[in-house]
């Protein structure tokens, strides 16, 4: 039996993301193996975060190791949260009184050809969920729009078995946390293989992210999805970043930051930052077309 | 032909590239057959580029018809003021990205047997 601990502290930074991929690649050898993940010494962790712990269980389940996670109870005297986004009763651990709050959007995980239980999981998390934050209609439609071409781009790109999930509101902040993980194909791989070009990994990111590339080379049109979660996160002061192999990208108050990793995760992050308080004019294009000779 | 997206795809969010190719197919079988459709998004309360690019960006695919054929036969009604600049979006898109293809498989094919 092989026991990891997760580090301290867990947050949305290259730091962090470097923490949970290294995790990965310590356990990559391990197949049919008993795995205790311990949360003995975490005393931070964000949230929404969880997807990308799910995802690398999931990898370790993939190669028939059985997973179990321990020492909840330690980070239960710090804080609830993960008990509350249903992470932790996602492994058979539960707990009574708990601090009562409905600003998670509980960690789920869903299968690639179930987009109709995606469609049901946004309207009752985030759109009849009476707690979260006032804002105005036209930028809740671009929200909901952006994490739904987030999770198609990864459903559809991916070729995966799960998407998984999780998010977080901060009701006196306005803002909306959201992570997308998917455990298929990476963008770095996928964009190499379409370029055939060697390149940094964040410089594959970097590329799929401009409005116009796609790797698709079907009957559909691609190239739209990312470019303009781009263009709204950067209207919106939000933050995206971005995790593919070894590859980090990052879109914060309109700056890019692009980093190669020490570690790779098999699949793709997405983490997404929404500020609720913005009420800049989300135009995405100059002019609304004539619809009589829109072709 | 009237089409009303919402019947079709039982939800009103029209978001998946699932669901837009169900509507492509119907525009398809309706073309091939020289049905002009009515195509009814009232109801549809959130859209992607994902599902409008399989539904109506995969129309230009092949050349299969052009922009006087889907202006003349394809009417597009009650779409939410939000969504409208989508259109034009994956219209314009659409048509760069078959005119790329095309372009890449003219130079594969120059590239493999030569251009003469």
Known sequence: MKIVYIPSKITSDVNGYELLLRLQSDLSHFIGED???????????EANLVAILGAIIEDLENRHNRVKIIDAEYFRLK???????????QYGITSSSLFSSSTQIPYMKFKEHEPQLYNDYIQSELLDNKDFPRHSEKLGGEIKRNIFELFENARTHGKCKHIHTCGQFYPTRKKLHITIVDTG????NNVKDFLKKDMKSSEYIDWAMET?????????????????????INLNKGKIQVVSSNGYWELREGKISKHDLNF?????????????????????ADEVPQFDIIF | MQLRIIDIIKTNFAVTTDDGDRIFDLLDQNFSKKNPVILDFEGITLMTTAFLNSSIGQLYSNNKYSSEFLNSNLKIVNVQEQDRSLFAIVVKRAKEYF??????????????????
Request: proline share 2%.
């Open chain 1, 264 to 284: 790779s995760f098999r699949g793709t992050i997405a983490n997404l930052e929404f500020d609720l308080t913005e009420n800049n004019h989300y135009s995405l």
């Open chain 1, 212 to 232: 116009g590339n796609t790797t698709k080379v079907g009957n559909i049109p691609g190239g739209l999805g990312l470019g303009l979660i781009f263009e709204f």
């Open chain 1, 185 to 188: 194909q990476t963008i770095v």
């Open chain 1, 35 to 45: 795995i205790h993940i311990s949360f003995k010494n975490v005393y931070w962790f």
């Open chain 1, 79 to 89: 804080n609830d949260i993960l008990f509350r986004n249903g992470f932790f009763p």
């Open chain 2, 99 to 116: 005119a790329d293809r095309q372009g890449f498989e003219r130079n594969t094919s120059d590239s493999i047997y030569g251009s003469d």
